[in-house]
């Protein structure tokens, strides 16, 4: 069973354009939340993150959003830059039971910037 | 620090064969991670160590998969025997309870 979601496999957005990538949970447990990028043939790397005691956050171009009542986050990207090119994971914890160490794993949703 | 350092980067491996992969963590950081990446679930957690001690194994597939971490600097995954359905790529990652930092993944071929 996918706690977490990631419905899109791929997305293309022109350069220069907002890229928004969307992430759905089930777990109600789950209060911490994160992004992660990966390059081809490289480990995925932190993004950005946020707790679920707030609904935005953001860090220079990237945002990401939470709404908790819909177990909804997405993260915008703006503007799109050709090195945002990469595959996205969206990632969740409940910190409670097991801390911030135990993430679970979205899918992924390939990125593709378009000159 | 050179980050998370894993090896082999890439095995190919036939039906039944054993297989090690093998990872060195950042140095001071107390947690270790294996994930296995596929198309089909993306990142699974296999099992994580607290200071050197298994915490949590319940993402291991079955029997046929075995980690160790013998010390703070090392540990394994184990398949054996290997089968075609494991090929997958292996991340180990390590954190010191904020940001988890991934290795470049151990590419794994069983035919």
């Known amino acids: 069973d996918q706690q977490v979601k990631q419905n899109s496999p791929s997305l293309s957005v022109q350069e220069g354009r907002i890229s928004i990538l969307n992430c759905d949970y089930t777990?109600?447990?789950?209060?911490?939340f994160l992004w992660y990028k990966k390059y081809p043939a490289e480990g995925p790397t932190f993004l950005i993150s946020?707790?679920?005691?707030?609904d935005k956050n953001e860090d220079g171009r990237f945002t990401v959003f939470l709404n908790k009542s819909a177990k909804h986050l997405s993260l915008h990207i703006v503007p799109s830059q050709p090195g945002d090119s990469a595959v996205y994971f969206c990632?969740?914890?409940?910190?409670?039971?097991?801390?911030?160490?135990?993430?679970?794993f979205g899918t992924g949703t390939r990125l593709t910037i378009i000159p | 620090d050179a980050g998370v350092i894993q090896s082999p980067r890439h095995e190919v491996t036939e039906m039944g064969q054993e297989v090690t992969l093998r990872c060195k963590p950042i140095?001071?950081?107390?947690?270790l991670f294996w994930y296995r990446q596929t198309m089909m679930r993306g990142l699974e957690l296999l099992i994580y160590?607290?200071?050197?001690?298994?915490?949590?194994d319940s993402g291991m597939p079955e029997d046929r998969f075995s980690a160790k971490m013998p010390n703070a600097s090392f540990s394994t995954l184990k398949i054996q025997p290997s089968e075609p359905r494991d090929s997958a790529v292996y991340f180990c990652?390590?954190?010191?309870?904020?940001?988890?930092?991934f290795g470049e993944g151990s590419w794994l071929t069983v035919v």
């Open positions: 990652a390590s954190s010191n309870q904020n940001t988890i930092y």
């Open positions: 777990n109600s447990m789950f209060d911490y």
């Open positions: 990632a969740a914890s409940d910190s409670t039971n097991f801390g911030n160490e135990k993430l679970t």
């Open positions: 946020i707790s679920s005691i707030k």
């Open positions: 160590f607290n200071n050197n001690v298994p915490i949590d």
């Open positions: 140095s001071g950081h107390d947690y």
